[in-house]
């Protein structure tokens, strides 16, 4: 199986802020990696597909990029509503696996 | 626009069987497969296998293989999960997505394997 290890596993952040997340694959997945965030006591959503694609109705200050094993996900001015956890997930073989998540929290 | 009204939570005893609907509108059903993902308490998303709607054809995830069943109803544009032998740890909420797409623009794709729209999830306790 396809292990996707992010990091960090949790940040502090204030509104306003730069914010960059990571995941990096145990194998070369092209850029067959996903983006999503969820907010507690809801499902998760689409942000980012094919490393660096933003998914339609996603703020522009949302962007990906990467390929082969390493890939980030920056969200360049934080807002309010951009508290929660962010999970990366692999779409390139099955089992379709997720990173462990990366819960971004008010400083 | 896409919505998935997935089916109320439920309690089982462990060794029961648990079953969930999903059912999609908004959308050509059979056009996108569904895909079933488990999120234990405090934890992480955990892929369980999809179905595509249109042949019946499913790709269980090796871990659940002989113990999950998915299955669809194109009349009703529903999809469903069952899962047996239900053990403590198999309490979780449960959720369906859509699978994406199924294009490529470049090197771009919007693949069948990652979840564009997801239900509201279904919580499943598992207790004596």
């Known amino acids: 199986d396809i292990q996707l290890t992010q990091s960090p596993s949790s940040l502090s952040a204030s509104v306003g802020d730069r914010v960059t997340i990571t995941c990096r694959a145990s194998q070369n997945i092209g850029t067959y990696l996903n983006w999503y965030h969820q907010k507690p006591g809801k499902a998760p959503k689409l942000l980012i597909y094919?490393?660096?694609a933003l998914q339609s109705g996603v703020p522009s200050r949302f962007s990906g990029s990467g390929s082969v094993t390493d890939f980030t996900l920056t969200i360049s001015s934080l807002q309010p509503e951009d508290f929660a956890t962010y999970y990366c997930q692999q779409s390139h073989t099955a089992p379709l696996t997720f990173g462990g998540g990366t819960k971004v929290e008010i400083k | 626009q896409v919505q998935l009204v997935q089916s109320g939570a439920d309690v089982e005893k462990p060794g029961a069987s648990v079953r969930i609907s999903c059912k999609a509108s908004g959308y050509t059903f059979i056009d996108y497969y569904i895909h079933w993902v488990r999120q234990a308490p405090g934890q992480g998303l955990e892929w369980m296998g999809w179905?595509?709607?249109?042949?019946?054809?499913?790709n269980p995830a090796q871990k659940f293989q002989g113990r999950v069943t998915m299955t669809r109803d194109t009349s009703s544009n529903t999809a469903y999960m069952e899962l047996r032998r239900l053990e403590s740890a198999d309490t979780a909420v449960y959720y369906c997505?859509?699978?994406?797409?199924?294009?490529?623009?470049?090197?771009?794709?919007?693949?069948?394997?990652?979840?564009?729209?997801w239900g509201q999830g279904t919580l499943v306790t598992v207790s004596s």
């Open positions: 094919a490393a660096s």
């Open positions: 997505a859509r699978g994406g797409e199924g294009y490529c623009s470049g090197d771009k794709c919007h693949s069948r394997l990652l979840f564009d729209s």
């Open positions: 179905i595509n709607p249109h042949s019946g054809g499913r």
